[in-house]
């Protein structure tokens, strides 16, 4: 069974700049720091709350004590403001922030699609882009080899998709990217944002797609601002304030309680 | 500090073996990153060994003037050393850079932080592999004939790969976090050209011979230059290596369990 279970997680970030993150800092200017506190926001509810860590040094609190568990066939739309953690909570259940407090535990492969074109080279050609995006999402060459007539058809990118990817406008690059990235069969999906393929023609074939590979995930967790669409493809929703959690329910529940403020 | 725990022993060590098990995916991002910087040129990777050829004439003849040693011993000698203080240095360089040029996949993809080190492995032994050939035309043409030490040649260059690797590693995670390391191991390194034998021989240095033996990166050069040039490595470059490669790889790996997490925060 797949599942999601965190317990008490949290997350901090150090504050780091150009000054603070060379070596000059840590050896006598620390005390620098201090000012930071001064421009704390109160009673905002935008970002996460700044304050101390373990060692002293300033931190932002991104996630504060989140606990809650997904099951399969769970499909959770993240919700909340700017800076209130969702963005956070997706890396931390991707497993590339680890939490400094708590424990989160998955259960099944979490496929995290953040930027559909990370590792796309413009000078290479469509197929060349397909091996280097299939290889990243984590497939064998047999089986990107077994999905390539199926992603090369979707595109409809035809003599293309021999040519460098310089060459396609921007509409055709997202349908590349986006055929890829629905071929696989993600046992955990993260999403922010939810992904598309832009080009109108093209839209009524995506949305079949996307369908296809939304009903073959496992559990979905999926940020967004966007009320309408979180309606038709999730069943749970969950509300973040500040990095901690107000609401986790049926979806039209929390899309309630998120409208109300 | 806090002190190891130890889950960040075990997930240090499955980031490990992880990244070993993965090597083919290493293995084709490296070949696309050689690809990718010749895009667009004719001759392509060619490009590597010409340039390696060209500098290798004028080093060669330049130290066979300079240090008046005859050019059919300058020549493969400056040749062989000089095509792995590239190897050394470009891993070194590129550890340094490793994790704030993949900050993109570090913060986007889950993927083991041991496969971005192995890139950088697979994509030196690449380039290095492609400076093989002049050496190997060198050789040909002066006729110089490796010695039976040549049977231990692929345990030496393993050694120094392993050596380096953990080298890679430390700079990449100090480098993630404190920014002016980079080039503050570039400058290192750039010094220590100087003071190891790759121009001149160990035994011209004379009194000051010392220099070469407490040089590290000596006893790796040395480990693999001298089978190439028939000569025969001592049991001190091996020993030398063999113990830097385990006392680095156990500090390393300590210091790997504890900081690797936090990489992903830093970048």
Redesign the interface.
């Known amino acids: 069974m797949l599942s999601i279970i965190a317990k008490e997680i949290h997350v901090e970030f150090p504050i780091y700049d150009h000054r603070m993150r060379s070596l000059k800092y840590t050896f006598g200017l620390g005390q620098l720091a201090k000012g930071f506190n001064r421009f704390a926001p109160r009673n905002v509810n935008v970002g996460g709350q700044i304050g101390k860590g373990e060692t002293g040094r300033i931190v932002i609190k991104a996630l504060d004590g989140l606990s809650f568990e997904m099951h399969e066939g769970d499909r959770v739309g993240l919700l909340g403001h700017n800076g209130s953690g969702k963005t956070t909570l997706l890396r931390a259940i991707s497993g590339i922030y680890e939490p400094v407090g708590g424990e989160i535990r998955t259960s099944g492969r979490v496929v995290p699609l953040f930027d559909l074109q990370l590792g796309m080279d413009l000078d290479a050609t469509g197929i060349e882009n397909i091996w280097m995006r299939g290889k990243l999402l984590g497939l064998s060459t047999s089986q990107i080899k077994a999905s390539f007539e199926d992603i090369a058809e979707f595109t409809e990118l035809g003599a293309y998709l021999e040519m460098p990817i310089r060459t396609y406008s921007m509409g055709m690059m997202l349908r590349l990217a986006f055929a890829i990235s629905t071929a696989i069969t993600p046992e955990i999906l993260v999403l922010d944002e939810m992904i598309g393929a832009g080009d109108a023609a093209f839209i009524a074939r995506a949305d079949l797609r996307l369908k296809d590979f939304l009903a073959r995930t496992g559990i979905l967790v999926i940020a967004s601002h966007n009320t309408p669409m979180l309606r038709q493809w999730c069943n749970k929703g969950m509300l973040l304030e500040r990095g901690k959690l107000i609401a986790y329910g049926p979806i039209d529940d929390v899309i309630a309680r998120y409208e109300k403020n | 500090m806090r002190a190891l725990t130890f889950k960040q022993v075990t997930s240090a060590f499955d980031d490990l073996c992880a990244g070993l098990r993965s090597w083919?995916?290493s293995q084709?991002?490296a070949w696309?990153d050689i690809?990718?910087r010749y895009?667009?040129s004719t001759l392509g990777p060619i490009w590597l060994t010409l340039s390696f050829g060209i500098q290798m004439v004028t080093m060669g003849v330049l130290s066979s003037f300079l240090f008046s040693s005859p050019l059919e011993k300058s020549m493969p000698y400056v040749c062989a050393g000089m095509l792995l203080w590239f190897l050394i240095t470009q891993i070194i360089n590129d550890g340094a850079a490793l994790f704030v040029s993949t900050s993109?996949?570090?913060?986007?993809?889950?993927c083991p932080l041991t496969v971005f080190l192995m890139q950088v492995l697979w994509r030196n032994m690449f380039v290095a592999a492609h400076n093989v050939t002049i050496y190997l035309i060198v050789a040909v043409s002066l006729v110089i004939i490796p010695g039976p030490s040549i049977l231990l040649w692929p345990f030496g260059v393993a050694l120094v790969i392993i050596c380096l690797a953990w080298m890679a590693l430390v700079t990449a995670i100090v480098s993630a976090?404190?920014?002016?390391?980079p080039v503050m191991i570039q400058n290192i390194l750039n010094i220590l050209f100087w003071f190891t034998p790759l121009m001149y021989f160990p035994e011209q240095l004379g009194s000051k011979r010392f220099i070469a033996d407490f040089n590290p990166f000596a006893h790796m050069i040395a480990l693999i230059r001298e089978p190439l040039l028939g000569a025969t490595p001592t049991l001190n470059d091996w020993l030398v290596v063999l113990a830097m490669s385990l006392i680095g790889w156990v500090g390393t790996f300590l210091f790997f369990a504890r900081f690797r997490?936090r990489i992903?925060?830093?970048l």
Do not use: E, P, S
């Not at chain 2, 976090?177 to 390391?181: K, N």
């Open positions: 083919r995916l084709f991002l696309q690809k990718h895009r667009r993109r996949y570090i913060t986007q993809i889950k976090r404190y920014r002016d390391v997490a992903a925060y830093w």
